[in-house]
């Protein structure tokens, strides 16, 4: 082997940690048989000496990774080459290698994991490729691919795959369920938690290379000196991983922290305040990636407070950040005062200004119109702005799907979105491809990082999509669960379909047939459908429900508020008549009666009590599947996922019964025979108050 052994470092053995979930999908539990063999003829990792802190990553990532997977850290050894060198080396036989300088591999982040001879080769033009192909190598070898057939050739889908965190300075995490935010602001800069480089590390692993480590309803104070410093130190912890760091900015910070009388964007001094913000900022973070901006919504300040447009506002902060970077501003707007459907208010708003927003603005805009519920069709500004930079916004954290008790896989409902055909020309990942995604992170402080076991698979999913959104769902479970439970195929076969009926499950037992927002005020958790009386209307279940004695749902054709639309006409024609449109949106769009036809051949009442009835049972139907996989299963994990399967099994029939008995005291309609009577009085359902309830 044509190895200067100038250095050969055995390596240590790796401490084996308890299962309690902290190492998600990078357990690499040891391989057994067959794949265990194949993976025993390869004997050394082979790497040019670098100083390049990304490619020395990549290498102790293949080492740790090899030495838990063969369960014999004793046997695996490292060879420097004397030089960089071309993939390609005939001459090393039972080994892998790294090529980080091969200009061959084009892009940000691309690599390819190539097989030659008795080598396995990952080539990339950059460090950072080679860390992302160290990873997609690991996978592969955790899911027990063969060495000898490992080919792949891998580009990301776009360009930013972003975490938003919606974590406040004092630990407080909105609408986060995992325990308090890893953010240790207190101690930065002068301590760096561990967890921040686990953090790192796992984002790494699955192309996550943006995060944006503030709430969007920002505290102005976090752009100033102290906090700068205390970013810094997170950036350079970071970098190494390809993350670049953003902060969420506070519209009025000039007035707020900079003395100024106002945060008109149009005021010289202003600007002026935000280019030396940003040129402060760049002294410390030469890599900072830019602003998140929350204006002119839920309260927030904004352009608009001057008479300026969102344009005005973001174009302004673009300018202070130039070419170093970008600014996201976002396209979730609605106004209390504006009474038109709040969801075509962002629509109207932004589509309007398409052309005029500066070249590193991008207008990130959530995946449905209204609010991350458990479904929406996709947001109608993807594809109606074809001169401005769009990205996807999606939300990790389950606030309105059941919190992080409830297991439900989200990738199918991204996959929905990014999969449906704007009418415009492509697919929402289509219009999105040259920009990104920013999904609204679920860590917390938790030990297991996302407040339960099952809630990982959802961060996992947004990353796996944000590099390819072309990825099946029921691929993403498959890798998710074999790399984090058991490799074990009668696992794989419970556990997949247990995880792609999971969101349906939720969509029933919460909001079926279309309806939406239909969960308790402010804290969101439960049912609230009979909350009709807040000030703010669009805030009321009623609003959305829109139910009485005759029927119920939104109409939004032409009769009703004509959100349809503002979608391209071949895809309003496929919801414009309540007889043919896909029943998932059937109230989201039209108010029909209830004893409309379904194409079941129920009526609507039937058909919404067999859905309430039809999530209630998966869910019980998903207990049951995992009670059978304990011996899969570390006990500690096991109880943790039983425990709250428990909890969202009663929150289940929680749902369908309140549900039904609102409901019933607005039609009057007997549950159809057969049906389980809803144990409780309405008052009852009423009467549960939640203060306590997190995420608030
Ligand atoms: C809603 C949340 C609220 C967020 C808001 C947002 O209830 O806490 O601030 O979205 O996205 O879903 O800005």
């Known amino acids: 082997m044509r190895v200067l052994a100038a250095a050969l470092l055995a390596l240590s053995a790796q401490g084996v940690r308890a299962e309690d979930g902290y190492d998600l999908w990078l357990r690499y539990a040891p391989l057994e048989g067959e794949a265990l063999e194949r993976l025993e003829t390869l004997s050394a990792i082979v790497a040019a000496p670098s100083d390049d802190p990304t490619e020395r990553l990549a290498v102790s990532e293949l080492m740790n990774g090899f030495q838990a997977l063969r369960g014999r ?87 930013l795959r972003m975490l938003n965190h919606w974590d406040n300075p004092d630990g407080h995490v909105e609408r986060g369920y995992a325990g308090r935010s890893i953010f240790d602001w207190w101690h930065l800069p002068e301590r760096l938690d561990q967890r921040m480089i686990d953090y790192a590390r796992a984002n790494a692993s699955i192309g996550i290379n943006a995060v944006a480590v503030n709430n969007v309803n920002a505290r102005a104070y976090m752009l100033e000196p102290r906090y700068i410093e205390k970013v810094k130190r997170l950036a350079d912890a970071w970098r190494p991983y390809g993350i670049r760091v953003f902060l969420s900015a506070r519209f009025s910070a000039p007035r707020d922290i900079g003395g100024l009388e106002t945060a008109d964007p149009l005021d010289p001094d202003v600007r002026r305040w935000w280019q030396d913000k940003a040129d402060e900022i760049y002294a410390a973070i030469p890599d900072f990636g830019g602003f998140l901006v929350k204006a002119n919504s839920e309260g927030q300040p904004g352009p608009q407070d001057y008479g300026r447009t969102h344009a005005d506002g973001a174009n302004m902060l673009a300018e202070a950040v130039g070419d170093r970077g970008t600014v996201i501003w976002r396209a979730f707007v609605y106004s209390a005062e504006d009474d038109t459907d709040r969801a075509m208010q962002a629509y109207n708003e932004f589509v309007p200004l398409d052309g005029q927003f500066a070249d590193n603005v991008i207008v990130q805009v959530k995946n449905g119109p209204i609010d991350f519920q458990p479904r929406e069709p996709f947001h109608p500004m993807f594809g109606a702005m074809p001169n401005t930079n769009l990205m996807f916004e999606a939300q990790i954290t389950k606030e309105y799907l059941g919190f992080a008790s409830h297991l439900a896989f989200l ?75 058991s490799r074990d195929e009668d696992f794989i076969e419970a556990t997949v379909p247990m995880m792609m009926e999971s969101r349906e499950a939720v969509v029933d037992y919460m909001t079926p047939l279309g309806l939406a927002h239909l969960m308790d005020t402010g804290h969101h958790y439960g049912p609230g459908p009979w909350v009709c009386d807040l000030a703010r209307p669009e805030w009321n279940p009623c609003y959305y429900h829109r139910a009485d004695a005759d029927g119920i749902g939104f109409d939004r054709t032409e009769s009703g508020s004509n959100a349809l639309s503002q979608y391209a006409p071949e895809v309003a024609a496929q919801w414009s008549d309540p007889e043919t449109i896909d029943p998932a949106f059937l109230l989201w769009f039209h108010r029909v009666g209830w004893d409309h036809r379904m194409p079941s051949g129920r009526t609507l009442w039937e058909e919404l009590v067999h859905r309430y009835d039809t999530g209630v049972a998966q869910v019980d139907g998903i207990a049951a599947t995992w009670a059978e996989l304990g011996e899969y299963v570390d006990a500690e994990r096991f109880r943790a996922v039983s425990e709250n399967l428990a909890i969202q099994q009663r929150e289940a029939r929680w749902w369908r019964d309140a549900s039904l008995a609102y409901w019933q005291s607005l039609n009057g309609l007997a549950l159809p025979a057969g049906a389980d009577p809803v144990p409780e009085s309405l008052e009852h359902y009423r009467s549960l108050s939640f203060p306590e309830a997190p995420g608030n």
């Open 73 to 159: 850290p004793d046997e695996i050894w490292l060879g420097l080459l004397s030089r960089p060198r071309d993939p390609g080396p005939d001459s090393i036989t039972n080994s892998f290698g790294l090529g980080c300088s091969d200009q061959s591999v084009g892009g940000e982040g691309a690599f390819l994991v190539r097989t030659q001879g008795d080598a396995i080769w990952i080539a990339a033009s950059s460090p950072i490729g080679c860390l992302y192909g160290a990873y997609a190598l690991l996978r592969e070898l955790s899911l027990g691919a063969d060495p000898a057939t490992i080919d792949i050739a891998s580009a990301p889908a776009m360009p």
């Open 411 to 485: 990738a199918p409902m991204w996959e929905e979105a990014l999969d449906a055909d704007t009418g415009h020309g492509g697919t929402v990942a289509d219009v999105i491809a040259p920009v990104g995604m920013a999904g609204v992170a679920n860590t917390g402080s938790d030990r297991n990082w996302t407040g339960s076991d099952f809630d990982q698979a959802n961060w996992y999913a947004f990353g796996r999509l944000a590099w390819d959104p072309t990825l099946p769902s029921e691929q993403i479970a498959r890798e998710w669960a074999a790399q984090t439970f």
